[in-house]
């Protein structure tokens, strides 16, 4: 078992800023991603970067949400600016083995390793 687990999440007024972080072993995977669970609505992917250091965002957060890694650290960030209370969700950290299927970057189904989750909130 890999065992991922994200921090950083808080409560923030609209328009404000989070870092999310999570902690993973990045070299040891071909893509990792950032997906968000709203309460009462379905998991859906929000970035996601590659093995050649591409990234893919959800088109309506592109501008606003920025991932990044850095494998030194064992690190994958995602930095949430100007967000809005839409933005409120369980945020999740995921990870992409090559055994998997692949239905895009921003798939759940294209991940199998999972974080625990940190709660965002901005109202």
């Known amino acids: 078992h890999v065992q991922l687990v994200e921090s950083g999440g808080g409560s923030v007024q609209p328009g404000g800023s989070l870092r999310l972080s999570c902690a993973a072993p990045?070299?040891?995977?071909?893509?990792m991603g950032w997906f968000r669970h709203p309460q009462g609505k379905e998991r859906e992917g929000v970035a996601a970067t590659d093995a050649d250091g591409s990234t893919h965002y959800a088109h309506s957060l592109k501008g606003r949400f920025t991932i990044s890694q850095d494998s030194s650290k064992n690190r994958l960030y995602l930095q949430m600016d100007n967000l809005k209370p839409e933005d409120t969700a369980m945020y999740y950290c995921?990870?992409?083995?090559?055994?998997?299927?692949?239905?895009?970057?921003?798939?759940?189904?294209?991940?199998?390793?999972w974080g625990q989750g940190t709660q965002v909130t901005v109202s």
């Open positions: 995921a990870a992409r083995r090559g055994a998997l299927g692949w239905d895009g970057p921003l798939s759940k189904a294209s991940y199998s390793v």
């Open positions: 990045v070299a040891s995977f071909y893509c």
